[in-house]
């Protein structure tokens, strides 16, 4: 049997060969170590961006105050190259972090000065998806509701917590949605700051000796489907959470006000065509 491609690489079939081999799948360097490490790090990202853009977002959608921040910082984000800022971060801020003791097998012992530019740099790419439906879906409130509820006596922060979080739901989980996925597909890039773990892990190494059939082309191949396959399942996950903590009311008037405002959008296009 051919083991080499053309290219001197491993055979694609090769990567159903390591899927089949146990053990890929167990031990320090196994996939399923791995990708619980990949699970730990989304979590701890997420949960941490969901805290500051979520309160951030309601206080601007309520206030109407620093919009034009949020549009920046949406722009901005988009602008930034992921790995180059990793790197700079590593160099600026981890030799003044000095903590060499570990949290078990997720942060080993040394690896927080190099774990901490990691998380900054995917909480600033978690925090404006959030940022933006937050602040997307209290701002489609319709006023009059708004005042309604302060009417009927609520406090502001009644009618933040009360009225506009639970209307704007639909949104926020979609931005919650949306920055899960972005931050599990660039997680792959910590893999470059050193005894970060992560399914990136495999790529990364892998990458130093391509023609091995364990750790080279074949694990990068797997660990990719791998982060795919557990990219997928988070996101049917969440939304399977959607449907059970979101009225179906407020999710068909959240799509109603998306089709509305494509609509318009669409309808303020062909406007223009037609005066041209």
Known sequence: MNLVADNGL????RVGIWFNDPANWWGPTGLITYASEHLGYTLAVVCAATL????LGLVIGHTGRGTIWVAGLTNASRAVPTLGLLILLIVAVSPHIHIERGLGRVVPAGSVPYIVPVLLVLILIAVP??????????RSLDPLIREAAAGSGMTPLQVVLKV?????APLVIAGLRSATLQVMATLTVAAYAPLVGGLGRLIVDGHQ?????????????????SVAVLAFAVDLLLQAAQRLIVSPGLTLAAGARRHAVGAKAHSAARG?????
């Open 10 to 13: 491993p055979g694609l079939h």
């Open 52 to 55: 500051i853009a979520v309160p």
């Open 129 to 138: 998806p959030l940022l933006t439906s937050t602040y997307a879906g209290v």
């Open 164 to 168: 506009e979080l639970p209307c704007a």
């Open 209 to 225: 000796n391509l023609a091995d059939l364990r750790y080279g082309y074949p694990a990068m191949v797997a660990a990719g489907i």
């Open 272 to 276: 223009t065509g037609a005066a041209e």
